[in-house]
């Protein structure tokens, strides 16, 4: 599956923004999708987990430092799956990744960077 990502930019602290990940060339609802966020010279992060789950059975989980503050969501329609940050901190001024992973087979967006800053 091939992944573009959208929607970084700069934000003031505290500010919000809204990634997007459009996914082509396979069945988008068979992955399990999240976004991973990496700074220079170090691994990259997991920040939120969807999994292919409907209904009851969607589970989504964070890392520690944006429960509250981050949603993650899919729209099998389109394809999409979106990152809603909010209160956002310097911290996260590094690139982000949309990951698609179906049977241990990862694929990765390009990246979109993201910068907190006064």
């Known amino acids: 599956v091939q992944l573009v990502e959208s929607g970084g930019g700069l934000v003031q602290p505290g500010g919000s923004l809204r990634l997007s990940c459009a996914g082509s060339?396979?069945?988008?609802?068979?992955?399990?999708l999240a976004w991973y966020r990496q700074s220079p010279g170090s691994q990259r992060e997991l920040v939120a987990e969807i999994n292919t789950g409907v209904g009851s059975r969607q589970v989504k989980s964070y890392a520690e430092s944006v429960k509250g503050r981050f949603t993650i969501s899919r729209e099998e329609s389109n394809d999409i799956v979106s990152l809603q940050m909010n209160d956002l901190k310097p911290e996260a001024s590094v690139v982000h990744y949309c990951?698609?992973?179906?049977?241990?087979?990862?694929?990765w967006g390009q990246g979109t960077q993201v910068t907190v800053a006064s």
């Open positions: 990951n698609a992973n179906v049977g241990g087979i990862n694929s």
């Open positions: 060339g396979r069945v988008f609802s068979y992955y399990n």
